[in-house]
């Protein structure tokens, strides 16, 4: 049995998705790097409470859930090290500060994913998971805009995800990269795909 859609969500730079076709069954949910010590580093706890209410949301009408953390080892690359020491909040893999925020219960089918870097798919069963699960939409939040979120979305785009940044469930490293990043994803009327608020969202989702 088909699941009803959703109406379209007035982003930016185009109404999204492109076709106009979003329901429970196509679409995910991405929380990315919503993890104790990111989040106690950036201190983004208002944009994980606004994760957390999208992720209530979400569940409650059947939307996939995916949730990625980040962490490093042994076999951390030169170049991720070096970034690291510079400030991008990786935690080791194991440590308290890699575990998932508190706050966010995940539903029992929710995907996890384990990175090492910024793009959840890379090295992961990402994209299978989600192509076996009929998915082909994906909201996307979490920590840093500039990181994990635009490397993630951007290989999602590349490979032929509609995807939409929710803008204030995402926060850079600092305020000017969030914002830059996210003009970047709007770049080239949707290069990399579209933003838009919580509250878009929340509109859509309730409006069966």
Not at 27 to 56: C, H, I, K, R, Y
Not at 140 to 151: F, M
Not at 168 to 191: P, V, Y
Request: glycine share 10%; hydrophobic share 40%; proline share 7%.
């Amino acid at each position: 049995m088909s699941k009803p859609p959703f109406k379209p969500i007035a982003a930016n730079p185009y109404l999204w998705p492109f076709d106009g076709k979003w329901s429970s069954a196509d679409t995910a949910l991405l929380l990315l790097g919503f993890q104790e010590a990111p989040v106690a580093e950036m201190d983004a706890n208002a944009e994980l409470s606004v994760a957390v209410n999208l992720l209530e949301a979400a569940f409650s009408v059947g939307v996939t859930v995916v949730a990625a953390r980040r962490g490093y080892g042994p076999e951390e690359n030169p170049v991720a090290a070096h970034r690291r020491r510079l400030g991008d909040p990786i935690p080791e893999r194991g440590s308290a500060g890699w575990a998932f925020s508190p706050r966010i219960v995940l539903p029992p089918n929710t995907i996890i994913v384990d990175c090492t870097g910024d793009n959840a798919f890379f090295g992961t069963g990402l994209e299978q998971d989600l192509r076996q699960r009929g998915i082909r939409n994906l909201l996307v939040t979490g920590l840093p805009t500039e990181g994990l979120v635009h490397a993630t979305q951007r290989a999602a785009n590349d490979m032929g995800f509609e995807c939409l940044s929710v803008a204030d469930a995402c926060k850079g490293t600092s305020q000017a990269r969030h914002e830059a990043q996210l003009r970047i994803t709007t770049f080239g009327n949707g290069l990399f795909g579209t933003v838009a608020t919580s509250a878009d969202i929340h509109s859509a989702l309730s409006s069966l």
